[in-house]
């Protein structure tokens, strides 16, 4: 009796466990999903000022220089973002910015951003198309304008620009 009581208790411990049990709760986490349509670099193909109603304002080209500004996501939840311009050819180009720190998907496709500083930022992200909009989200509810950049994805990787 002994005997049989022992192989259904092992046979039970043996055939409740499985591989899924060992994978981590984060591979469950919805918010990796989000994050890994965003992993990779991208280049700035548009840049717009829109009202709240999605209205334009305002569209800036993006040529010479401004062809230079990226964004990258990585996959440990860190980012790299800069903004160049400079002339229209793209022969004297300069930095606006090179920032570098982490990235947390929130409800709502809004991401924040902390720079390696602490400087915190919310932005409206989304992923249409193989296009990604990033909405500059302001602090004043009366102010209706919005920078918002598009960028597509680069096949292969660059080099960011170092003027």
Known sequence: MKKILFKCLLATILFSCSND????????????EAKNEFLGQWKLSKRFLKTSTG?????????????????????????REN??????EGKNCFVNFDESGK???LPDSEMKFTDNEGYAYIAKVTLIN???????????PKDDEFEV???????????????
């Open 149 to 163: 950049d598009e960028y597509i994805k680069v096949d292969e990787e660059k080099e960011f620009f170092v003027p």
């Open 130 to 140: 193989g296009v990604l909009e990033q909405t500059l989200l302001n602090n004043d």
């Open 83 to 88: 903004d160049i311009y400079g002339d229209s």
């Open 21 to 32: 049990d060992n994978s981590s709760e984060s591979n469950n986490d919805p918010s990796n």
């Open 103 to 105: 990235y947390e998907i």
């Open 55 to 79: 209205a334009v304002i305002q569209e800036t080209p993006v040529k010479g220089c401004n062809e230079k500004t990226l964004i990258q996501f990585n996959e440990d939840g860190t980012y």
